[in-house]
């Protein structure tokens, strides 16, 4: 859990509110749109060789600033009120390789806004209120290389919408209120390497879905209501190094689901209702190194689960229901940190560590523990060279003096003893 709390940290930091500079502008003559440069411009314009750079901000720009030079690379209008785009606003800009619009209150985008951007490599539209979006409107981008659409208010997509972005690698569709995909919406893009559909309301993936991705490496489906997934929804997917299915309904996994994802090293199932692991789920999940499966309702843990995997940097069985802990699950694994706080664990296999080498931490935390466990303590069970051990909150009513002193890594004891 301590990893965790730092990691929570962590990305509160990385969300600081950057202090906002409000530059002040004015607003067109005559009703016009302002112009973009020049003495009355409400933009930033840089030009170099062959780098031309447009930056437009501020809640006070209303409409597309006119005039935009046509040799413009990259053009960011970000934080305005601008609601809606002119569809020949960009239709000059035929050099552009980057365009944001994040930040605006965009809510329908034209058919034809963005056809002569066929150099376009980024289109970032994050967190904007887009609720539809037509089937066509990315259809000549075909360098776009990245795609955000995230923080939109999107609830359904055409089956065509991306069909012609060949070139894609990433695309955001997070934080909208999608609650299904067609299953061929995704079925061109062979390039896609990383793909975000968290925070939304997806019930299921279809099994066909990602079936030509074979370039994907990351998906995160996290935090949508997804009770059920086909078996064959991550076939194909030999690249995939990361996978989150965190926050989500699951209750049980076929067994073969993961069967393809050989180069896989993340696994994320917390927070879940997992009552049952398949005994040959992670059979073939040789490169495994996290494997998260904290906040769920799973009491018996197969003892061949880890059967293939040599090394498990991270384990974290966190709050679940598990009573008891197999002699032979981590056999022969190098294990990094092992967390089993949170569960109904009394008592642990004497030897369950004797070959074994745990190298940072171990927490049974939260337990039913009445003594420390003899695997931890006793002098055969050097192979533990954990700096941290945490036992809090257990039914310990003694320790013995020199309990931890063949633990010679130990930096930190988290133990209080029950009154
Ligand atoms: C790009 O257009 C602007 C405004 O029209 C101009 O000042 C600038 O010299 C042009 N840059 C190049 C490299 O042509
Ligand atoms: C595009 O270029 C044409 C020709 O220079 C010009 O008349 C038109 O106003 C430009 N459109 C925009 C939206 O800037
Ligand atoms: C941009 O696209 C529109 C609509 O397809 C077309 O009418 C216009 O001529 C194009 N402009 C340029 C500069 O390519
Ligand atoms: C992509 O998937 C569809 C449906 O399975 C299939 O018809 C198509 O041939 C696939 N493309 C490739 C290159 O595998
Ligand atoms: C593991 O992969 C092999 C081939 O690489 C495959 O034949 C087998 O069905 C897979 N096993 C499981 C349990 O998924
Ligand atoms: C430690 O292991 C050795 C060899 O496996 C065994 O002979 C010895 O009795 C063990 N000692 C304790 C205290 O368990």
Same mark, same amino acid.
């Given at each position: 859990m301590l990893l965790l709390v730092l990691l929570l940290t962590a990305c509160l930091f990385g969300?600081?509110?950057?202090?906002?500079?409000?530059?002040?502008? $004015?607003?067109?003559?005559?009703g016009q749109a302002p112009d973009a440069c020049g003495p009355h411009g409400v933009c930033d314009c840089a030009f170099y060789m062959d780098f031309n750079d447009i930056y437009c901000k501020g809640i006070d720009i209303y409409e597309v600033p006119r005039n935009i030079p046509a040799n413009a690379t990259f053009l960011y209008i970000i934080e305005t009120a601008i609601t809606e785009i002119p569809v020949e606003a960009f239709w000059n800009l035929t050099h552009l390789e980057e365009l944001n619009l994040e930040r605006n209150k965009i809510t329908i985008i034209p058919e034809q806004a963005f056809f002569n951007l066929t150099l376009l490599k980024l289109l970032d539209l994050k967190r904007n209120m887009?609720?539809?979006?037509?089937?066509? !409107? $990315? =259809?000549?981008?075909? =360098?776009?290389?990245? *795609?955000?659409? &995230?923080?939109?208010?999107?609830?359904?997509l055409h089956c065509n919408l991306f069909s012609k972005l060949t070139n894609l690698k990433s695309l955001y569709l997070n934080d909208n209120m999608i609650a299904a995909l067609p299953h061929n919406i995704f079925w061109n893009l062979y390039q896609l390497e990383r793909l975000y559909i968290f925070n939304n309301y997806l019930t299921t993936l279809?099994?066909?879905?990602?079936?030509?991705?074979t370039s994907l490496i990351l998906l995160d489906a996290s935090f949508n209501k997804v009770n059920t997934l086909p078996s064959s929804v991550f076939f194909n997917l030999v690249w995939m190094d990361n996978l989150d299915l965190s926050g989500n309904q699951l209750e049980i996994l076929p067994e073969n689901i993961f069967a393809d994802l050989i180069r896989l090293s993340y696994l994320?199932? =917390? %927070?879940?209702?997992?009552?049952?692991?398949?005994?040959?789920? *992670?059979?073939?999940? =040789?490169?495994?190194?996290?494997?998260?499966?904290?906040?769920?309702?799973? &009491?018996?843990?197969?003892?061949?689960?880890?059967?293939?995997?040599?090394?498990?940097?991270?384990?974290?069985?966190? &709050? %679940?229901?598990?009573?008891? !802990?197999?002699?032979?699950l981590f056999l022969g694994i190098t294990v990094g940190s092992l967390g089993f706080s949170g569960n109904k664990i009394s008592s642990l296999p004497q030897d369950?560590? +004797?070959?074994?080498?745990?190298? +940072?931490?171990?927490?049974?935390?939260? %337990?039913? *523990?009445t003594e420390v466990p003899a695997a931890i303590i006793k002098p055969n069970?050097?192979?533990?060279?954990?700096?941290?051990?945490?036992?809090q909150s257990n039914r310990l009513t003694a320790i013995n003096s020199g309990s931890f002193d063949k633990l010679i890594n130990l930096k930190i004891v988290y133990v209080y003893l029950f009154p």
């Open positions: 969300e600081g509110h950057a202090l906002t500079n409000i530059k002040l502008t $004015f607003h067109g003559t005559n887009i609720n539809v979006l037509s089937p066509e !409107v $990315f =259809s000549r981008l075909t =360098s776009l290389t990245k *795609l955000r659409l &995230e923080g939109n208010q999107l609830k359904a279809p099994g066909d879905l990602l079936r030509n991705l994320d199932l =917390s %927070n879940n209702q997992i009552t049952i692991l398949p005994e040959k789920l *992670l059979w073939n999940l =040789s490169s495994l190194t996290q494997i998260a499966l904290y906040h769920n309702n799973i &009491e018996i843990i197969p003892e061949n689960l880890f059967c293939n995997i040599p090394q498990l940097d991270q384990v974290d069985f966190d &709050e %679940n229901e598990i009573k008891a !802990v197999p002699r032979v369950i560590f +004797e070959n074994t080498p745990v190298t +940072e931490a171990l927490d049974f935390a939260d %337990n039913q *523990l069970r050097t192979r533990l060279t954990i700096t941290m051990l945490f036992l």
